[in-house]
């Protein structure tokens, strides 16, 4: 049976999750904490629209995981644990790549080894469960 145009697209989000979260990993291992933070977040929120976009949704706006995973949490109510933990890499978006977000320094002196472990492991949860959702869908 071919693949629903849906299913084909959420492929392509979740191909390109994995890819950043690869690099995030990359990154980190290379003491670029901040930039694995920033990458971690990517990662996660292409997960949470690649799912979205797989249970059909044809546009998906924003770029903060509370809100893309109170979104799926309306078709998929056991996001509510990915919504808890989502938002924690919220606080990277902006906070990894910018001066602005922080009360002194810059992110690349600030984001330590922590920082980037806490992220990747969050990434990989999230992006390890919209998969298994994606893959539990009828083709």
Same mark, same amino acid.
């Given at each position: ?13 979740? &191909? ?7 690099? +995030? ?10 930039? +694995?933070?920033?990458?971690? #977040? ?13 249970? /059909? ?17 309306? $078709? ?6 990915? &919504?808890?933990? /989502? =938002?924690?890499?919220?606080? #990277? ?5 910018? =001066? ?6 810059? =992110?690349?002196? $600030?984001?330590?080894? #922590? ?22 869908? =009828?083709?």
């Amino acid at each position: 049976m071919a693949e629903s145009a849906a299913l084909k697209n959420a492929s392509r989000w979740m &191909k390109q999750a994995v890819i950043d979260l690869t690099d +995030a990993e990359f990154v980190a291992a290379s003491g670029r904490h901040a930039l +694995a933070c920033f990458l971690s #977040h990517q990662s996660a929120e292409k997960a949470v629209t690649g799912y979205l976009i797989a249970r /059909g949704a044809e546009m998906v706006w924003g770029h903060s995981l509370a809100d893309l995973c109170e979104d799926a949490m309306a $078709v998929e109510p056991s996001f509510d644990f990915m &919504k808890s933990i /989502g =938002p924690l890499l919220d606080k #990277h978006y902006l906070g990894a790549r910018y =001066p602005g977000g922080l009360p002194g320094g810059v =992110p690349a002196e $600030v984001y330590e080894s #922590h920082d980037s472990e806490r992220a990747l492991e969050i990434a990989r949860d999230i992006n390890q469960f919209a998969q298994e959702r994606i893959d539990q869908l =009828p083709v």
